[in-house]
């Protein structure tokens, strides 16, 4: 570096991992965030779908599912009654091997049931209305017709949502294209004070006054039962933190541990 120039170096710092990821989640589960217990709201025969994100994101969903599905055991669901939907959003469809990548070996051995979103078939998509910005949501039928979602994902920095996780496994993850699409072009600005064409409040970290996180969350609030149930991941692609309640106030707990860990200070 030449003369003068003051550096600094910029790393997250070191959070240790889950110890036990079965105990925690058990009690994150059992004591959700603004949303009543799972086993409240599960009963014996409940058809359940859980929603994995694909593997353009690293989640570590074969970490958390098996210990999640043993707890739906416990509430009386059996593995038949489990159904995996796969939210690709707009994303191309993984093999089997990838599928067993992403899942890992015990839930692919433990679940028939493992669906596929295809943002572009109309025979998996219910219209569901249009959000207060005219965005037209249609979201897969496997979803709407489930007793219970339990939405799952890590929860990361996303360069025009804000964070990660949340409502994006519903929207744009079990989303038609058009949902995806309308979504998405909301980065667009036609704010007059504004230069260029990008919306300023469509940036990491900001969930506020972001139309795509705020259209997104009031699109995936059309579906009534979903459970969340994120993480996040140290800087090993570790689990270190789980939060699991409603849509919104658990996903935003998880994006201020993702704030202590990933945000970084500069003094100039």
Not at 3 to 23: F, T
Not at 59 to 78: F, Q
Not at 173 to 181: P, S, V, W
């Amino acid at each position: 570096m030449p003369a003068g120039i003051r550096c600094a170096l910029l790393e997250p710092p070191w959070v240790a991992a889950v110890s036990d990821v079965p105990s925690e989640l058990r009690g994150r589960v059992e004591n959700p965030i603004d949303a009543a217990p799972l086993g409240d709201v599960v009963r014996p025969g409940s058809e359940i779908v859980i929603v994995v994100s694909d593997a353009t994101r690293r989640t570590a969903a074969d970490v958390i599912l098996p210990p999640l599905m043993d707890i739906l055991n416990e509430y009386g669901v059996k593995d038949d009654d489990i159904t995996i939907l796969i939210a690709y959003g707009a994303h191309e469809q993984h093999s089997p091997d990838e599928i067993r990548a992403l899942l890992g070996a015990t839930v692919t051995s433990r679940i028939n049931n493992i669906e596929h979103h295809d943002c572009y078939d109309e025979h998996m998509l219910i219209p569901l209305g249009e959000t207060s910005l005219g965005v037209p949501v249609a979201i897969n039928r496997i979803v709407l017709e489930s007793d219970l979602v339990i939405a799952t994902g890590a929860v990361n920095y996303h360069y025009f949502a804000g964070y990660g996780g949340g409502r994006k496994a519903i929207v744009p993850g079990c989303a038609a294209y058009e949902t995806i699409l309308a979504n998405h072009r909301l980065t667009l600005s036609d704010m007059a004070d504004v230069t260029g064409p990008l919306n300023p409040y469509c940036d990491s970290g900001v969930l506020d006054e972001n139309p795509v996180h705020e259209t997104a969350l009031e699109a995936a609030r059309m579906v009534k039962n979903v459970f969340l149930l994120n993480v996040v991941l140290n800087a090993a692609g570790e689990v270190c933190g789980i939060f699991a309640g409603d849509l919104d106030a658990a996903h935003r707990e998880a994006c201020g541990m993702v704030d202590e860990i990933y945000r970084a200070d500069v003094v100039e």
